[in-house]
């Protein structure tokens, strides 16, 4: 059973690339930020909390996405495998995830960190923006939400480097050449 992270800053490709990962290695994905855009769409309590710091690209506390994460494990008790995309962004939130999976008799297999120049995430977040037109890429939330990603998340890299679980991987070229950077990782594992 193997079970990812795939980890990078806004923009990285997390999301595009994920879809071949989860296909490729059968696994269930556990997106934080999908989860969290669902919940806004249905209009539910946990929706209008998550709002109020997505919009500004502020990250949503700690304990309200553990708490998601447990649950959805919980539903998804039968999957071979899990990726997650979106979590764990903080240190705390990582030392809940190898709580959780102790719980469940699993660990992490590997973190695998897309690297992508700032400058390039900015332009392809913008694009985004006239494509899909989510709420949280205008230029003042991507900037917060890139200087969110070095204070606070980027330094799990070192939480998992330390157990040598980390693998960076180049996030630049085509999709499909990122694609088989992270096929080869995955593959040595
Ligand atoms: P989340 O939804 O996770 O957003 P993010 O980390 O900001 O990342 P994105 O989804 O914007 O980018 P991505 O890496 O998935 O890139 P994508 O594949 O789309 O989180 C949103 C918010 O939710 C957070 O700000 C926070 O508020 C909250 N949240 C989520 N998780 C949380 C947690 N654990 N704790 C607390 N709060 C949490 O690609 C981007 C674009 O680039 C796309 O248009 C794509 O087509 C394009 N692209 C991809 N690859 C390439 C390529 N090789 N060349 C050119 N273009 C490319
Ligand atoms: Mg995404």
């Known amino acids: 059973m193997i079970n990812l992270i795939l980890f990078g800053p806004p923009g990285s490709g997390k999301g595009t690339q994920g879809k071949f990962i989860q296909e490729r290695y059968k696994l ?3 997106s934080m930020g999908d989860i969290l855009r669902n919940e806004i769409a249905l209009g ?7 709002k109020s710091y997505m919009d500004k690209g ?19 008790k039968d999957c071979s495998g899990f990726l997650f995309d ?3 962004r903080t240190v705390a939130q990582a030392k809940a995830l190898d709580t959780m999976m102790h719980h469940h008799g699993i660990q992490v297999s590997a973190l695998l960190e897309l690297d992508v120049p700032e400058e390039e995430l900015v332009k392809r977040l913008l694009l985004r923006k006239e494509i899909e037109g989510r709420s ?3 230029i003042d939330t991507i900037n917060n939400r890139l200087t969110v990603y070095r204070t606070q998340t980027a330094p799990i890299a070192d939480y998992y480097r330390k157990q040598g679980l980390h693998h960076l991987i180049q996030g630049t070229g ?3 050449e990122i694609t088989e950077r992270l096929y080869n990782a995955i593959d040595k594992l």
């Open 28 to 30: 269930c994905t556990i």
């Open 86 to 88: 979106g979590f764990p």
């Open 136 to 138: 949280d890429d205008n």
């Open 174 to 176: 085509k999709v499909e």
């Open 44 to 50: 539910t309590d946990l929706g209008i909390t998550a």
């Open 58 to 76: 502020n990250l949503v506390p700690d304990e309200v996405v553990v708490g998601i994460i447990e649950h959805t494990m919980e539903q998804k």
